[in-house]
């Protein structure tokens, strides 16, 4: 079972959905908000917005995240881990062209990382 205390500080990072329930807009529709978070820190680096009925992030979208933590951080991690759950094809293999090597995992295995930032999502964007 993965840990924060397993990693150092940038070592490795997590790709999640932070949202359960697409984020409704009126003017431009339904997202979902991909984060990476750093696996030590539990600190969320960045997140990209993609329209809730496309089925990953694009590759323009994918270098974009992946370059809005690399200019937070100032490097980039060695693992990259991305639920098996999800569809990342384009983020895994713009990781994996970046050096990152890239892990799938259940998602499960992830919730000891994700779980505190998704109810805090879920409380601030939560529909009426």
Known sequence: MLHPSQFEVNEAWIAFRLNHAPVRTVRDGDFNCIALMDAASCFI????????????????????????????KQQLPRTLFVPTEDAADLLTSEATRQGIDVVRVAESELLIFVGEAREGFAERFAGP
């Open 45 to 72: 680096l960045c997140f990209e917005f993609a329209a809730a009925d496309a089925t990953q992030l694009s590759q323009m979208q994918s270098r974009r995240l992946l370059e809005k933590a690399r200019s937070h």
